[in-house]
């Protein structure tokens, strides 16, 4: 029997991004999986949506205040208790490219252990725009594997330090080991980097599966959205809002769980300044 599936979707308005997505996981040639989707709080008819056009879909309904870490985890909680072997966290603003669960199944069968993330382009250029990094701490840098890895090499499983959650398959073995996402210490963003390397330090590798592909929204995340204009509040929100992609308390906490002690204080004056200014020059 094929091992089961569970896609955990959180999802808060953007009610469009979310029936996109929901059509092409019907389009997969892989269809042995369950999807559940966790509303937290949407005010533009995605709950209406979900029941009148997507009725194979279980929906958990939160109070607005989850984000996306405990979002992610309801829905893990959901799967796990229902059996689940493997759980795929997904975002809404993603497309799966048709033979995405099938590929992603097929690596799986071989490396039973991993986590495999996706390997996503543009959904508007249809370019490659992410396919896995490794952190240098010592010099407070990631290298992404689109900057070394030449086109013939963009295939089957590439390792990785760590990776974000917008289409990451975990073996449920993972969370009986490591445990659930933080949504203590990282309520929104640094929770999927932080869950991948707590999961390798405990001898789950995480790879990129460059034959499972997602198209992606890059320009439409909260933070780009923040950058696009400057203003005091949002240079704020970028550096302690809960979405904020510089947030220095999260960067803080991630750096001293993570970094080799002897690298952190550099890590941290170098990532400190590429938020502080970063944000200023980009």
């Known amino acids: 029997m094929e091992k089961s599936i569970y896609i955990v979707i959180p999802v808060f308005n953007r009610k469009e991004y979310t029936k996109a997505c929901l059509l092409s996981l019907r389009k997969q040639t892989d269809t042995y999986f369950k999807t559940i989707i966790i509303d937290d709080g949407s005010t533009d008819g995605t709950a209406n949506m979900l029941a009148e056009e997507f009725p194979e879909v279980d929906v958990i309904t939160g109070s607005g205040n989850l984000w996306w870490t405990a979002s992610v985890n309801l829905g893990i909680r959901k799967?796990?208790?229902?059996?689940?072997?493997?759980?795929?966290?997904?975002?809404?603003?993603?497309?799966?490219?048709?033979?995405f669960i099938e590929n992603l199944r097929k690596h799986a069968a071989t490396t039973p252990n991993a986590l495999l993330g996706a390997f996503a382009f543009d959904a508007k250029n249809q370019q490659p725009c992410y396919g896995g990094a490794l952190i240098n701490w010592q010099k407070c840098s990631m290298t992404s594997l689109l900057d070394v890895l030449p086109q013939e090499q963009r295939q089957g499983l590439h390792r990785v330090t760590h990776f974000p959650g917008r289409g990451l398959l975990i073996p449920a073995a993972v969370f009986a080991k490591v445990g659930l996402f933080d949504e203590i210490e990282f309520p929104h963003y640094y929770a999927d980097y932080d869950f991948?390397?707590?999961?390798?330090?405990?001898?789950?590798?995480?790879?990129?599966?460059?034959?499972?592909?997602?198209?992606?929204?890059?320009?439409?995340?909260?933070?780009?959205?923040?950058?696009?204009?400057?203003?005091?509040?949002?240079?704020?929100?970028?550096?302690?809002?809960?979405?904020?992609?510089?947030?220095?308390?999260?960067?803080?906490?991630?750096?001293?769980?993570?970094?080799?002690?002897?690298?952190?204080?550099?890590?941290?004056?170098?990532?400190?300044?590429?938020?502080i200014f970063g944000y200023l020059l980009k």
């Open 79 to 99: 799967a796990l208790t229902e059996g689940a072997d493997y759980v795929l966290t997904l975002n809404n603003d993603v497309l799966a490219h048709e033979q």
């Open 196 to 275: 991948t390397q707590r999961a390798d330090r405990k001898g789950f590798p995480v790879y990129c599966n460059y034959d499972a592909i997602l198209y992606t929204y890059p320009e439409e995340s909260g933070d780009r959205n923040n950058r696009r204009k400057k203003t005091i509040n949002n240079y704020y929100q970028h550096l302690f809002g809960i979405k904020g992609g510089g947030n220095l308390v999260n960067f803080t906490k991630y750096t001293f769980r993570h970094c080799p002690p002897h690298y952190v204080p550099s890590y941290l004056l170098q990532g400190y300044a590429k938020r």
